[in-house]
């Protein structure tokens, strides 16, 4: 489909009637939307990268590049440094990332892996868990290590340590909170 982005380019936008001015947005917008949408899974904060990355566009636009493809490349770029950005900048909050999931699969979705940064993030907080597992109680990280690594079910470790279940969900709850507690410390709110 051949689109009017070059026009960001070589003219004004301000000076462009309204009606073009929306037209080229739009394709500016379906242009990013999908690529970044795969990345931050959050559709207000897209939007806002897509303004960003729009504005940076319009406020420094490339001088070296004339043609459509490298245009497009140039503003996939920016559109990438403006997504590192704010996974820099809401790294405290990490909603994206849950105890649960990096520690009994590994990573939590398949969209992770498009995220360097992500990814990164990922095994190091994998690592500290291994490093606090090892520092944990003997009995709090043989009941972590039962569930998440072997998958047993409560009655499964129960009866492996010859306890009742409430006494396992209890050790498996004050185990998870003081590994979560742990990790809050170094990496600030989780899931």
Do not use: C
């Amino acid at each position: 489909m051949q689109t009017n982005l070059l026009l960001l380019l070589g003219s004004n936008f301000y000076e462009l009637n309204a009606a073009l001015q929306e037209q080229l947005y739009k394709q500016f917008y379906n242009f990013l939307y999908r690529p970044v949408m795969q990345l931050i899974h959050d559709h207000s904060a897209t939007e806002d990268i897509i303004q960003e990355t729009f504005l940076t566009t319009l406020r420094k636009p490339p001088k070296d590049v004339l043609d459509e493809p490298r245009f497009k490349a140039w503003i996939k770029i920016v559109a990438k440094n403006n997504v590192i950005n704010h996974l820099r900048k809401t790294k405290n909050y990490r909603t994206d990332i849950s105890l649960e999931s990096v520690i009994s699969m590994g990573i939590p979705f398949a969209a992770a892996s498009e995220s360097v940064e992500l990814q990164a993030e990922l095994n190091s907080l994998k690592e500290q868990i291994s490093l606090h597992l090892k520092e944990m109680r003997p009995d709090h990280r043989a009941v972590l290590e039962m569930k998440w690594k072997k998958g047993l079910s409560y009655k499964e470790i129960a009866d492996e340590l010859h306890e009742t279940e409430d006494t396992i969900r209890q050790k498996l709850f004050r185990a998870r909170m003081s590994l979560k507690n742990k990790l809050q410390q170094e990496w600030g709110k989780m899931k």
